[in-house]
């Protein structure tokens, strides 16, 4: 499978915030949108280490977008290094979890790893629910909630104002609709900010990690993961991180061989 890398497809209103936001958080020396430039410019000239060197410069100024982490990650992939490049594909994709390129090339680097685990059979309800809600981004649905809400008004305006009973009666049930339709939106941006709050994951960073039954050195060692794998992470103690594989299995590894998406 090719990688997909064209910044092509990268959706056009994640370039015109770029456009528009990155100035805010220039540096004194270059503005951060010039720096996303040359870092596209870098990767395009196979240049991969001063592209990461480019989009880590844009995160460190405190700025966060779908886009950066995509490129940053497509960079970390070219570079070889498979579990940075998952760890931004992974947070692009918290970003943007409709976005089909995201999708596949978390797929595509996930071939490069070495564990392969097999996810515990879900009801189908919950796999409908949880595409549903990370059908769009956050942004995008905020968006959609705020201009579905100006229409209702506008349509409660044109109810209150006009003088035909025909133009009354459908703007009415026009702004029912819209407002219902305003409220589902804002209940779905509301479920997926939950769902990511809830569900913490991290990528393993350590060649080889073999995790222990307790969060203790000297306790039993249950199974071995390798970097790249990509874990839930269920609660922390003292250095230590209970993680749990898609299949279910679980168990401790330090904090320190795995990096939180």
């Known amino acids: 499978m090719k990688l997909k890398i064209s910044f092509n497809s990268l ?34 000239k196979r240049k ?59 797929q595509i680097a996930n071939l490069k790893t070495v564990d392969k685990t097999d996810p515990v059979p879900e009801f189908f309800l919950f796999r409908w629910w949880r595409g549903l809600i990370l059908l769009l981004s956050l942004n995008t649905l905020a968006v959609l909630s705020i201009v579905f809400l100006l229409l209702t008004s506008l349509s409660f305006v044109t109810y209150l104002f006009t003088q035909s009973i ?31 709050n809830i569900h913490h994951e991290a990528i393993i960073f350590s060649g080889s990690v073999t995790v222990k039954s307790e969060p203790d050195p000297s306790s039993k060692g249950v199974f071995v993961i390798h970097s790249g794998t990509k874990v839930g ?25 795995a990096k939180e998406i």
């Open 166 to 196: 025909a133009v009354k009666k459908a703007s009415f049930y026009t702004g029912i609709v819209l407002f219902f339709f305003s409220i589902t939106i804002l209940f779905l941006q509301n479920r997926q900010a939950h769902y990511f």
């Open 48 to 106: 991969y280490e001063e592209a990461v060197s480019s989009y880590q410069k844009i995160l460190n100024s405190g700025y966060r977008s779908a886009a950066v982490y995509f490129n940053l990650g497509n960079a970390y992939y070219r570079t070889g290094d498979i579990p940075s490049a998952l760890l931004y594909y992974e947070k692009a994709h918290k970003l943007d979890p409709g976005d089909e390129d995201i999708k596949m090339n978390i």
């Open 233 to 257: 992470v269920d609660k922390k103690d003292d250095g230590w991180m209970k993680i749990k594989l898609p299949n279910g299995n679980t168990g401790w590894i330090r904090e320190t061989d």
């Open 11 to 44: 959706r056009l209103f994640q370039y015109l915030i770029l456009l528009i936001i990155l100035p805010l958080v220039s540096t004194a020396e270059d503005g951060a949108d010039s720096i996303f430039k040359k870092g596209n410019e870098q990767f395009a």
